[in-house]
């Protein structure tokens, strides 16, 4: 059985993403696998009390993840909307885990609904503009570009975040102190 995993929050990343939260600018953490993005992105929303949506970027992940696809039933065409269009309907909080995993096109969505505008043009259905409803919130993670299927962002999507945390392994006495209360 697993169990909620908690952050140790030694380099006061909470601080810095609630700065960020509160300032309505996103955030991009930077570390090896391991450090706890992902743990420190989840405890996050559930201390704010957010819905997080969230999407795990790989070789496979496509346009239609992001922003939809059209379907066909009983001879009408819909329109299922994706995971970015839903989060900025609805305004919950977007995790982009990996984003320096995702293909060139996936990315050039994602740029546009990250722009000061905070909006996307849905040319795959009707042509309707999504405007993000207030307050809606992005969070990106990126491995080292060491790790397998990871390539540099692009500096465009780069500027989409102005805050950059830096997470690391923590230091051996602190990571002990974690260890003996386990």
């Known amino acids: ?20 939260f ?15 993005k992902t743990t420190l992105v989840r405890e996050f929303a559930k201390r704010k009390s957010v819905n997080l949506d969230s999407i795990n970027f790989s070789l496979r992940t496509r346009e239609s993840h992001l922003v939809g696809t059209k379907t066909l039933e009983n001879g009408t065409v819909g329109f299922i909307e994706g995971l970015l269009v839903k989060s900025m309907k609805e305004g919950n909080m977007l995790y982009l885990d990996e984003i320096n995993s995702a293909e060139a096109d996936v ?23 999504i405007q993000a409803k207030e307050g809606w919130f992005v969070i ?3 491995n080292p570009l060491s790790h397998v299927g990871t390539k540099e962002l692009p500096p465009q999507i780069l500027s989409r975040f102005p805050v950059r945390i830096r997470l690391e392994y923590p230091p051996e006495d602190i990571e002990h102190i974690v260890n003996d209360t386990v």
């Open 107 to 129: 990315l050039l969505r994602l740029d546009e609904a990250l722009d000061d505008r905070r909006q996307i043009v849905l040319k795959e259905s009707t042509g309707e503009t």
């Open 1 to 20: 059985m697993l169990q909620d995993s908690k952050y140790l929050d030694w380099n006061n990343s909470f601080e810095k993403i609630e700065k960020a």
């Open 22 to 36: 509160e300032a309505g600018l996103f955030v991009i953490i930077i570390g090896p696998k391991g450090t706890g």
């Open 140 to 142: 990106a993670t990126i």
